[in-house]
């Protein structure tokens, strides 16, 4: 039974679709010619003014149009139901996934807070579940904020509050708040720059960003690791770069990660928690800043750089001189 339904698979379908109409015209085109002369003598019983000296070929021509524009039309019906087909499955997929990642913050939260209601802890350990509580539910606002940004038709309706930001010092507050993480992924993460640098960005947008690119950093490295921020810049733009120790990618999938819930299927990320929403929101506030994201890789399990050019204020920079 499942070896049938499989034969009525639209792909197999569309082959034979295709197969079938391609015979077809292979027929009529030999028929044709071969019954040509038939047809020849056929055509001097018609009135003379019906006919016309290429007649035959207008007659062959417009059958192969026909078929041409039946054949294109099947093509196009099978492109937008596989397109259908693809994202349906990338919905059911973002489902479970947002399913997972509201389910694991909510059920720590409810250990702990139960924990807390019937049993006696010590101040340092409550201090430890507040803090453990406070992370999660941070890491449900991020997926919240996320799923809010993803959602929204027209990426330009991003309401932005641009203001001259020290990206060094931002950067810094960043990595402090995410220090617990660090802890728990015996991660050690570097801060390189040589100068302050003041960039034009609205703070809460990039501060998605780099949590995004921290978390992202953190899930697809091993323990142990090291993650290197590096900040410099050029004539027009702040350059910063994420770069980890990670998992990294193949040089046909560098084209896929900012995609809309694109996530790397492999045996090494297949259990790592996330909604393929990241880096999809991550370019679209960046471009929004008039930046540039990039990501580079030199293949599997050689870690990834993440690139970021945002805008540098200009006009401190001419008060300054």
């Given at each position: 039974m499942n070896r049938l339904r499989?034969?009525?698979?639209p792909i197999f379908v569309f082959i034979g679709v295709q197969i079938a109409w391609i015979g077809l015209m292979i027929v009529w085109v030999y028929w044709y010619f071969k019954n040509s002369q038939n047809l020849a003598e056929f055509t001097k019983k018609l009135p003379p003014e019906l006919l016309q000296s290429n007649f035959n070929l207008i007659v062959l021509l417009e059958g192969g149009v026909l078929m041409f524009v039946i054949l294109a039309g099947v093509y196009v019906i099978f492109v937008y139901w596989n397109k259908q087909s693809r994202l349906n499955q990338l919905q059911s997929n973002f489902i479970s996934s947002v399913s997972h990642e509201l389910k694991s913050p909510l059920a720590s939260i409810q250990l702990y807070l139960e924990t807390l209601k019937y049993q006696k802890v010590s101040s340092e350990e409550a201090k430890d579940f507040v803090e453990t509580m406070l992370s999660d539910t941070e890491r449900l606002s991020d997926l919240i904020d996320n799923i809010l940004e993803s959602s929204k038709s027209d990426p330009k309706s991003m309401q932005l509050q641009f203001a001259s930001v020290n990206i060094v010092s931002f950067i810094q507050a960043i990595i402090a708040h995410h220090q617990k993480l660090f802890e728990d992924k015996e991660c050690e993460i570097k801060l390189n720059f040589n100068e302050q640098i003041k960039v034009i960005i609205d703070?809460?947008?990039?501060?998605?960003?780099?949590?995004?690119?921290i978390a992202n950093a953190l899930r697809y490295s091993p323990a142990r690791t090291i993650l290197v921020i590096e900040v410099r810049r050029d004539k027009k733009f702040c350059i910063i770069d994420f770069i980890d120790q990670g998992f990294g990618f193949d040089r046909k999938e560098l084209k896929k990660v900012f995609k809309k819930f694109y996530r790397v299927q492999n045996q090494e990320t297949q259990n790592i928690e996330g909604a393929g929403l990241g880096l999809y929101i991550s370019r679209l506030i960046i471009k929004n800043h008039k930046g540039k994201i990039n990501v580079f890789s030199e293949g599997r399990g050689k870690g990834t750089r993440f690139m970021l050019s945002l805008p540098i204020d200009h006009a401190l920079i001419e008060k300054n001189k």
């Open positions: 499989a034969l009525f698979h703070g809460r947008a990039m501060r998605m960003v780099f949590n995004n690119l």
